[in-house]
Each structure stands twice: as C-alpha cells, then as structure tokens.
C-alpha cells in the first residue's frame, strides 16, 4: 500500500510521559506494564498518573492549542481519534500502535430556534453516538485496547481474554475493538443482563464475534461476577473500573474545549450518569486543560439520573452515599445502583469542582420527552441523550444555568440503539413500572393503504397543479 503524504510542519507526539497506576485510596503505585484494575493491597480504584506531566508545561497553553489543532490537518490514523491528545491520553503507546476505528472527533450540533425554545436556551448537542458502535465507550475502548495491543506486542503475550459486565454499550465497543486485534493473542467474551440490552446492543458482540455470556439479574449482578473473574483469574478487565478506559473518555472534554475554540469561559457540560466513568473522564479532562494553561477555567458540570437510579443524585441531596436498588429505566445505559466509579466523582468534586458540580433527576417522562422532542428537531439522540436534555431543561429551569451559558449535552449513544423504547412510546405498550404516558403531539405511526398516487394524495389533502390537472382533462377528452 501506498504511504499517504502528510501535510508539512504537523507537530507529531514523541513525548512517551512516565505513567503508573495509583491508587486513589492508600497513593501506593503499581507498575503501567502489568493489568491492575483495583489496588491490590486496600482494593481501592486506581488512576493513571503521569508523573512527568508537569515537563508538559514548558509549552505554552496557546501552543498546545495550535498543536492540537495543527493535527487535525493529519491523515495518520494515529491522529485521527482520541489520540490526537496524544500526550493527555495514553502517551506510553507508540503512534504505531494505536487502535483508529473512526472514534471521536464526533460533531456539535447547534439546537434549532423551536427546540432551543422548548428548552429554554440554545445549546448543542454533542452527538457520540456517530462513534462506530454507537456510543462514547469508543472513546475508552480505543485506548485501552490501543494500550492492550503495545503490551500483549512488546511482552509477546498469546491467548490473553479480554473481558467486560455491560449495560449494552460496553460490551458493543469492547467486542468491536477487540476484534481488530489478532485472534491469537486476545479473545473477548461479555457478560450481559438476560433481556436487558437491546436487541441492537445484543447483535453488536455477537457481530464482532465475541463469546456473549447472559446472566440473570442487572448490570450490578454482572458486575461482581466480573469483578471476582479479574480478581481470580488472569483476565483483562474492560470495564471502566479499568483506568485506562478513563483516559480515553477524557478526549470529550478535549474535543469540546477544541470545538468552541479553546475558550470554555462559560461552558457547561450536562451529561448522565451511570457508572459515572464518563463524568469522572470529563472532569479530568476539563482539570488537565486547566493544568496545560489551555483553558483558564473549570466548566460547570452537570450530571443527570433517572428517578429510578439515583445514587449521585441522593448522595449530593444529603451528602451521604448509599447504593440504591434500580427501576427499569428507558436511560437502560445508566441504569446503575452502585456506580463503581462513585469514589473518583466525590474525590474530584471535593478537589476540583465543590461549586461546579451539580446533579438533577428526572423523571422517566421527561426523558422520553427529550428525546422524542429533540428527534423532531433534527438530532438523532438515544434516550440517555434525552436525559441529558431533559436535566439541563430542569437545571435552567432551577436557575442552575441560565442562557448566557456556553450549554453542550452529551448525547451518549446513538438513537437507533434505543429504538424499543420509541416503539413503546408510539404503540402505547409501555409496561407500566416505567412510569409513562405517551403523550399524542410526541406519537408516529405508519398509514398502510392500498397504493396509488391519487389514494396518497387525497389522503395528504394535496391540491393539484393547475396545469397538470388540464393536462388530464385534455387526455379523458381525447381518449
Ligand atoms: C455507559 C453509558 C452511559 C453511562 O455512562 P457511565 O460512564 O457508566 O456513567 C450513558 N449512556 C450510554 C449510552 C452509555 O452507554
Ligand atoms: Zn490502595
């Protein structure tokens, strides 16, 4: 094949940082080439630290900003996803070994006059579900399975089986990336909640070959038989509990922060919460940025749940934490009682973001409403994306934002995945326990007729042309 031309002065990444595992409990540190997912010595969760960050900040904010937007003119595939922030991301895997699927970069989308009025502001919508499975897991998966193959290559291990507990998204984007790689060295299995995913989120591991394991239960059930796999037994655990998956979230933050120019001075970012592995992604992206002297502050970060899985949202309401027991939820992806990344999210508000960090529930009504009412408007937002919506709806409503903000809300996934639940909407065969009531202005539905243009036209009410109609009365009159 031939080798593509690279535009000229592109500032490549040579920097490799010197990154580790550290745990948010005890600080202990643990080596980047091996797989630790929890602290083996007080269980706690870890993250990635690169302790020669600060060496990054011998270059300036604004040349980091150019340097960014220099490798968008890039062809390498390299630089064409979340790698683009190389440095910020996973800066130890060599550009050679870099796993580009046509992750990131997704669009903004501006929210037209009638849906901006209906919400009370204009903003946009931030569409992560044009990522290839159809969700931001892309972004996690990209990095680490990009990390998975620099490893398994340089340490030249075979037969390594990658492994994850879904709520849909994560074993989608897991079993997809991780068939990019040579079968010989890394297998995938996922475990899933039996009737819990959709029947678009079942066939995507199914595609991609992976071994799909159902299990009885929810996500949370799924969970801890994962986790006592990666306790156990020498498995790669894809989960966000995974750091490295963190690493590659954070790209959203970048992207957004590159999308508006590198000036963030009023954003705010609204964006569920499940596991709360995104929101904890995107506020280290955010705090890296500030680190860099790329943006000169936090953005306001507003996380959204359901009434029917609510744990951050209690947690924040009376500052203490509990697992709560779930409800079905159209928000299917975040429907999660005990999220496992909840420690870095206080961690990081009681940091970082104490008088920037927000959540707000909704109702499982409202969610429905704002996807149903954001697909009428030109967006193609799943049903997490609608509770994005319908949470920065009510937070204006509260006077949490107002409209002088810079509002963008995270679309997580893609519309198609979640189609059930329009069909549910629009058939009016929602089981009850999820709490909604189609409403008529928000209904479709097919006509069937016979066929025949004047059949359809008479049924649209349509007026004819004037000469078309001559046109026909002169061919009766001719015969
Ligand atoms: C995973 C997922 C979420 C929840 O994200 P967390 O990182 O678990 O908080 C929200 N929406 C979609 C579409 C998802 O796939
Ligand atoms: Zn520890």
Known sequence: MRKI?????????????DLTYSCIGCGQSYPIEEFF?????????LKV???????LKKTSGSRWG????????????????IFLFHELVLPLV????????GEGQTPMVRANEGLS??????????NDGQNPSASFKDRGMASAVSYLNHITRKRDLKGVLGICASTGDTSAAAALYLSYLPRDRVRSVVLLPKGKVTPAQLSQ???????????????DDCMRVVEELAENYDVFLLNSKNPLRINGQKSYSYEVAQQLGWDTSDLAVVLPIGNAGNITAVMEGFLDLVRLGIIEKLPLVVGVQSHHADPVYRWRENGEYRSVPVSPSVAQAAMIGNPVSFPKVRELVREHYEDRFFVIRVTEQEIMEGMLTANRNGHIVCTQGGESIAGARKALGQ???????????????HQLKFSEFQRMYFEGTFPEEYGVTPEKHLVNAPVAMEGGADAVAAFLKLKGREEGRRRKEEEIVGG
């Open 205 to 219: 591991p199914l595609a991609s070959g992976a071994t799909v394991i159902e299990l009885p239960g929810v996500f």
């Open 49 to 55: 630290v690169d302790r020669a960050f600060d060496t």
């Open 94 to 101: 060599p550009p050679g070994d870099v796993i580009y699927l």
């Open 37 to 45: 997912y929890t602290c083996p010595s007080c269980g706690s969760l």
């Open 5 to 17: 031309k690279e535009p000229e002065n592109i500032p490549l990444p040579d920097y490799r940082g």
């Open 399 to 413: 006077g949490i934002l107002d409209p002088s903000h810079t509002i963008v809300v995270d679309s997580t996934s």
């Open 66 to 81: 150019e340097i960014f937007d220099l490798r968008r003119l890039s062809k390498a595939p390299a630089l064409s996803g």
């Open 117 to 126: 009025r209906w919400f009370g502001s204009s903003f946009y919508v931030k």
